[in-house]
């Protein structure tokens, strides 16, 4: 697995600065708070759909992913970015790639939590906490769209890399 060679410095490109991560933290109860009903309802939207159904099979992996989805979540919201985080983000792209997951597929499930993220923030919070708050959840959840992405797409270079012309594959959507 590639690690990626200074999470600080991203985290300075996405502006997750103290303030960012003070805004994170405070919001993290209230996200822990209804975060089994957003997971619940991300894998009941993608199941609606013929192509997100393949990929996940039976339904009856959907608890064991759910706790590994919640469990992600928030560890990205804890904003320790610690090694545990950046391995965690790295690997799911990997798992992702090797899934053959599309990345039409793939950025839907970012931008379903991302929306769940803002609408919960809203309903929540008041006053001029909010739009520092929306903010800090657009730079986490891209933090970790890129980590999972960036490890995504370098899988995909290597297999390009490796593979005889006519053998390279088209990601599909
Ligand atoms: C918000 C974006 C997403 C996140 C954070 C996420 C997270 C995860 C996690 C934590 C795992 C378990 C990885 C492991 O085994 O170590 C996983 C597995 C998987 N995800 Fe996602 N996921 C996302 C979106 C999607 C979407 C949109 C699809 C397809 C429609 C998808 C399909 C899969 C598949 C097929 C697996 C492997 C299942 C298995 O091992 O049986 N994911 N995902």
Same mark, same amino acid.
């Given at each position: ?63 064991? /992913? @759910?706790?590994?989805?919640?469990? &992600? +979540?928030?560890?990205?919201? %804890?904003?320790?970015? !610690?090694?545990?985080? =950046? ?61 999972? /992405? @960036?490890?995504?797409?370098?899988? &995909? +270079?290597?297999?390009?890399? %490796?593979?005889?012309? !006519?053998?390279?594959? =088209?990601?599909?959507?």
């Amino acid at each position: 697995m590639e690690k990626v060679p200074n999470i600080e410095g991203r985290l300075r490109l996405l502006g997750i600065d103290m303030s960012a991560r003070m805004d994170a933290k405070r919001f993290l109860p209230v996200f822990e708070a209804h975060v089994d009903r957003i997971v619940a309802h991300f894998y009941d939207h993608m199941y609606s759909f013929a192509e997100a159904r393949r990929l996940f099979g039976d339904p009856q992996n959907v608890s064991r /992913l @759910s706790e590994r989805q919640k469990q &992600h +979540w928030l560890r990205l919201f %804890s904003c320790r970015f !610690d090694a545990e985080y =950046v391995r965690g983000a790295l690997h799911i792209g990997e798992v992702h790639y090797a899934r053959r997951v599309p990345p039409y597929l793939y950025l839907a499930g970012y931008n379903f939590f991302h929306c769940e993220l803002i609408r919960l923030a809203s309903a929540t919070i008041t006053g001029i906490e909010v739009p520092p708050l929306l903010a800090a959840i657009t730079r986490l959840v891209t933090l970790d769209m890129d980590l999972a /992405l @960036s490890a995504y797409t370098r899988e &995909h +270079w290597r297999a390009v890399a %490796s593979a005889p012309e !006519d053998k390279v594959e =088209v990601l599909s959507g």
